[in-house]
């Protein structure tokens, strides 16, 4: 079983959509939680952090649940500059840096 | 725009050649990474710096040769690489290694090795 799983897509939805896709992680000592959003030929870059209590960004919702070790991303009203790869990452106990461990990402497709 | 600069954005280079790929950040963050990554792939990790130590190096062949020199500054030397190496370098930093400070990510370097 992979450290950190998602589901690869690609999604393809209409523009106002909602749309959600979840992250399941194996290390139940898992500390923190990032979603990223890469779009192709860039660098992944931070949407949002993902707090215990969940947490909202605008049309973007994260959250974690810790009992069945996932955590969640929520886009409402979809836009077409949505379409990217999302990433999720999660980082392990203590200060060891290659704790952070990168989802192999979710393609999603926004159309008109 | 992205707080960590990359340069070059592309490189071309033969197996022979030696380059070097260069990283910047003014953010005062005290932990700089190089990863590299592969076309539909997630980033892989290469190597960590933490307050301008190397922290981590994971297994990378030696061909590749990280620089920290100094606190805002990551360097990675390339010397006699192989085609399989052509991928997006990228460079990324944290505050710390501590466990909820998230990447910043540089624009990445496109390497082709012919």
């Known amino acids: 079983r992979k450290e950190v799983e998602q589901d690869p897509g690609p999604f393809n939805v209409p523009e106002g959509a909602t749309v959600a896709f979840n992250c399941t992680y194996s290390?139940?000592?898992?500390?923190?939680f990032f979603w990223y959003r890469q779009d192709c030929r860039k660098e992944p870059k931070l949407l949002m952090s993902?707090?215990?209590s969940g947490n909202e960004d605008g049309r973007f919702t994260a959250q974690l649940n810790r009992a069945s070790q996932y955590i969640s991303l929520l886009i409402r009203d979809s836009k077409l500059s949505d379409s990217a790869t999302y990433l999720c990452v999660v980082k392990g106990v203590g200060s060891s840096a290659s704790k952070i461990i990168f989802g192999s990402g979710t393609r999603l497709s926004i159309r008109p | 725009d992205t707080e960590v600069t990359q340069t070059p954005k592309h490189l071309v280079m033969g197996m022979t050649n030696k380059k070097s790929l260069k990283c910047e950040q003014h953010m005062g963050h005290r932990a700089m990474y190089w990863y590299k990554q592969k076309a539909k792939k997630p980033p892989e990790l290469m190597f960590v710096y933490s307050y301008e130590k190397l922290s981590i190096n994971e297994s990378v062949p030696s061909r590749f040769s990280p620089e920290c020199p100094n606190s805002s500054l990551l360097n990675l030397h390339l010397h006699a690489l192989q085609p399989e190496d052509s991928a997006l370098y990228l460079c990324a930093s944290s505050q710390d290694l501590n466990y909820n400070s998230p990447l910043h990510f540089g624009n990445g370097t496109r390497l082709t090795v012919t």
């Open positions: 993902v707090y215990s």
């Open positions: 290390n139940s000592a898992s500390q923190s």
